[in-house]
DNA sequence: CTAGGATTTAGAGCGTGCTCGAAGTCAGGC
DNA sequence: GCCTGACTTCGAGCACGCTCTAAATCCTAG
């Protein structure tokens, strides 16, 4: 019944066998579906394996929460699945590929600076078209842009 | 031999028979493939049926390049297809539903805006990761962030 | 101990937007 | 008139990113 798993802590610090959240309870705080949690485990975008209970359950703990977050925000910037696995496996190999990880991060920021200049730029038609539509419907007069006028 | 078809314009004005540009120049000028523009032809996105030859290829004036290119900026920003054809729609619809369109073009702007918004605050992110990285690399300190501290 | 909701896996399914292919037709320079 | 490259249709294929399913297992409140 509705479980939540609102971190039992009973060891010390953390790392330990039945702390961390289900996954359920970390779909809710990343704002992800369970399945796309799990998906995600399996494309291989996991820098650090989830703990699991002894009977094969995941535990998340907030390491693994932040690291889903950064995951969906380059999601949400556009970064395929594919980068974001190159950059997990940079990440989790550890020092040593910091120069490999700029490069990607500055190929993605150039992505997306073009993409909110693409953005920008097309806003301007639709602010057109509402301007040239608000002003119609101001002065009642009727369309004759785009009608079939051949 | 690599056709160009740089319109005849053997008639008066236009919308006579054998003007308007071959496909594949209507692909070159609006930027998009030849496939692509029979996909949205056949998707249900153009306002005026494209003219013909006698021998049934396609034609394409002016006012079908300017719509492909309205098309393709919808698309840039992320207008699905269902929601361009519904536009489409309205437009050869011809007059009288202006409060339609503009509902529609006000509702594109509000996602359009949404995307703007996610794309900046997520490229934060970004340019911290990148900071970081320049940090490290200038320092010539490792990397102990995000790498297997467990 | 038990019931039953939560979780597991691997694989299939889906929605979107193209992109390609095959087999046949057309156009226009020679 | 003919040859060849461009064009036609329309269905299949593809890449992506989830999303769902089934059957089995787990976990915990009671």
Redesign the interface.
């Known amino acids: 019944m509705l479980e939540v798993r609102p971190q039992p802590e009973s060891g010390p610090a953390r790392?330990n066998a039945q702390a961390g959240l289900s996954i359920a309870e970390a779909a809710r705080r990343t704002g992800v579906s369970v399945h796309t949690l799990r998906y995600y485990e399996r494309a291989g975008l996991v820098?650090?394996p989830v703990e699991r209970t002894h009977g094969g359950q995941r535990r998340y703990c907030q390491?693994d929460l932040d690291?889903i977050t950064?995951c969906t925000?380059?999601r949400?910037?556009g970064m395929p699945i594919r980068v974001i696995r190159r950059y997990a496996q940079l990440?989790?190999a550890?020092?040593?590929?910091?120069?490999e990880?700029?490069a990607l991060?500055?190929a993605?920021?150039a992505d997306?600076?073009a993409?909110?200049a693409?953005?920008?730029e097309?806003?301007e038609?639709?602010?057109h078209?509402?301007d040239v539509?608000?002003g119609?419907?101001a002065a009642g007069d009727?369309?004759?842009l785009?009608?079939?006028?051949?």
Chains 1, 2 share one sequence.
């Open positions: 790392s820098v650090t390491l690291w950064v925000k380059l949400a910037t990440v989790s550890g020092h040593g590929n910091e120069r990880r700029l991060m500055e993605h920021r997306v600076l993409k909110l693409e953005l920008q097309n806003l038609l639709i602010d078209k509402i539509y608000r119609r419907l009727a369309d004759r785009w009608a079939p006028t051949r």
